[in-house]
């Protein structure tokens, strides 16, 4: 069964290119609308008028401070249709640094499986964790701390669906 036609999507990315290889993706599919902006566009802007039913990020809020965050999660909640989900794939910030260590160490763990199963011989762990944390791009904040702003927004049925140290899928629903 084709659902292209039943379905419709609005991608959103700063980068113009990403919206190409993705308009390359989906040669073919129609009822896509690509919009370059940030996240720090979005709110209080006119860039986005219409609601959804879905919305989902995938390994972009993270680059938010706590406070921009909030924002964006505002903005989807407003932007949700009544019965409408987030889903937000990303990573957060350990609660201990014992955690810390344990996922870390985990991640290099996979890694170097990685590199294994494809006989790559480089290092590419490096000071990825030191980057993750402590690099001017990457915001990361606890997912209590998303979680309680979720529902201090209005969502219900906050939780995290899966988590693997630091990767995690969380989100809710609009009522």
Same mark, same amino acid.
């Given at each position: 069964?084709?659902?292209? #036609?039943?379905?419709?999507?609005?991608?959103?990315?700063?980068?113009?290119?990403?919206?190409?290889?993705?308009?390359?993706?989906?040669? #073919?599919? &129609?009822?896509?609308? +690509?919009? !370059?902006?940030?996240? !720090?566009?979005?709110?209080?802007?006119?860039?986005?008028?219409?609601?959804?039913?879905?919305?989902?990020s995938s390994m972009a809020i993270h680059h938010l401070n706590m406070d921009s965050k909030r924002a964006?999660?505002?903005?989807?909640? &407003?932007?949700?249709?009544?019965? #409408?989900?987030?889903?937000?794939?990303?990573?957060?910030?350990?609660?201990?640094?014992?955690?810390? !260590?344990? +996922?870390?160490?985990?991640?290099?763990?996979?890694?170097?499986?990685?590199? &294994?199963?494809?006989?790559?011989?480089?290092?590419?762990?490096?000071?990825v964790t030191r980057r993750y944390k402590d690099g001017g791009e990457n915001k990361p904040d606890t997912l209590d701390d !998303?979680?309680?702003?979720?529902?201090?927004?209005?969502?219900?049925?906050?939780?995290?669906? +899966?988590?693997?140290?630091?990767?995690?899928?969380?989100? #809710?629903?609009?009522?």
């Open positions: 069964m084709n659902v292209s #036609g039943a379905l419709s999507a609005t991608l959103v990315d700063p980068s113009a290119d990403m919206l190409m290889k993705a308009k390359e993706r989906f040669t #073919g599919l &129609t009822n896509i609308n +690509y919009v !370059q902006a940030s996240f !720090q566009d979005l709110p209080g802007g006119e860039i986005i008028n219409h609601d959804f039913d879905f919305i989902a964006i999660f505002k903005f989807i909640f &407003t932007h949700l249709k009544s019965e #409408g989900y987030f889903i937000n794939i990303d990573t957060v910030l350990p609660p201990t640094d014992d955690l810390e !260590q344990w +996922y870390f160490h985990m991640w290099k763990e996979w890694i170097d499986r990685k590199k &294994t199963v494809r006989g790559i011989e480089k290092d590419l762990f490096g000071d !998303q979680l309680n702003a979720l529902t201090d927004i209005g969502f219900v049925n906050v939780d995290c669906f +899966y988590k693997n140290g630091i990767f995690t899928v969380f989100g #809710g629903k609009k009522t």
